[in-house]
């Protein structure tokens, strides 16, 4: 992973922490994904990771654990 794409994965977590809105978060996490998929990109790992997270926590939440 690029050095440009560190920071941006950095910038974004700072991001999600300010937001207390798990499906606002997975929203943003998802439109960042789907960038790199139309620009033809690979996506991140550690961004996939942060996805399947925010889906967990999406799906607990929903379940009102």
Not at 16 to 42: M, T
Request: hydrophobic residues 35%; glycine residues 4%; contains cysteine.
């Amino acid at each position: 992973m690029t050095e440009q794409m560190h920071a941006e994965i950095a910038e974004l977590n700072h991001r999600l922490d300010q937001i207390d809105d798990l499906r606002r978060s997975f929203a943003i996490v998802q439109e960042r994904i789907r960038v790199y998929r139309v620009h033809g990109k690979k996506v991140p790992e550690a961004l996939s990771l942060i996805e399947r997270r925010l889906a967990q926590e999406c799906r607990i939440e929903s379940q009102g654990r």
